[in-house]
């Protein structure tokens, strides 16, 4: 480990800009371990060290540890102390199933979390009339959400769907998809379009990366079985944790080659 008493020296000197002292104290672990200063497999200091060289309570890093743990940032083994979790490895997404981010993610054993950026029920954009097929008297209902993996803030998806679809867009627990189906209105089709792009200021701050880094945009539109359009989603990826992988066959002389869109 790096000199870890910087880590956690002045956390309680530095209440005075409002945050709760464990969210000061989560944050300071959590930018040492992206920083480099902590790395996987590093024991953290016990309870009572951080406390003393932060200047806080027990209490409170505890409370910052546990936050840090249920993000998986963090791991705890009974009896032998608190590490940093194993480094996530690039996300391998495969492009030819139709699968919700919490059901890819649940695959590979990681724990996800979503930040609510935006939801309601809005008069739609003309992009949006266009490509939902909504006329300028109905209504849109947006969803937009900081993808959160294993702690690491992955993706930032932008969801709109007709407010007749969802009409209520605070019914969306942990998953779309999964509100989505109760309704029987998962989509079972869809046609992504993958561009490069480089992160903009605000869109890098939420992916915790330098603005400028790359990123891939992603338009998802997304079918019924009837070919009605379900959703309609423009999503930003972290380049650095991404790769979407497509499998290519060579198509048999009877297929026509017709075009997806
Ligand atoms: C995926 C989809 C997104 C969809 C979301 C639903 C891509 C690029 N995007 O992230 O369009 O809205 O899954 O996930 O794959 P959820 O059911 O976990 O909310």
Request: glycine share 6%; hydrophobic share 40%; net charge positive.
């Amino acid at each position: 480990m790096a000199d870890a008493s910087s880590i956690f020296a002045g956390i309680a000197t530095s209440a005075q800009n409002g945050a709760p002292l464990y969210l000061q104290l989560k944050k300071a672990i959590a930018d040492a371990v992206r920083r480099g200063l902590l790395v996987p497999g590093d024991a953290l200091p016990s309870e009572r060290d951080i406390a003393t060289r932060a200047e806080v309570s027990r209490v409170t890093v505890r409370k910052a540890v546990q936050e840090l743990v249920r993000d998986g940032m963090l791991v705890q083994r009974h009896g032998s102390g608190t590490f940093v979790a194993p480094r996530m490895d690039r996300v391998e997404q495969s492009l030819s199933r139709l699968t919700s981010f919490t059901e890819d993610m649940a695959r590979r054993g990681m724990k996800v979390r979503s930040a609510w950026l935006e939801r309601g029920i809005y008069p739609p954009s003309p992009e949006e009339m266009m490509v939902l097929g909504l006329s300028s008297k109905e209504l849109v209902a947006r969803i937009s959400r900081l993808r959160i993996a294993n702690g690491t803030p992955l993706a930032i998806e932008r969801a709109s769907l007709s407010a007749s679809t969802l009409p209520d867009p605070d019914a969306v627990g942990s998953s779309l998809y999964a509100t989505l189906e109760k309704t029987g209105n998962r989509p079972v089709r869809a046609v992504q379009r993958i561009s490069a792009a480089n992160l903009g200021d605000a869109d890098s701050k939420l992916l915790e990366v330098a603005p400028g880094s790359a990123s891939l945009n992603i338009e998802r539109i997304s079918y019924l079985l009837s070919g009605k359009v379900i959703e309609f989603t423009r999503s930003v990826y972290r380049g650095d944790a991404y790769d979407f992988v497509a499998e290519l066959r060579l198509s048999s002389p009877d297929e026509s080659g017709e075009s997806i869109l």
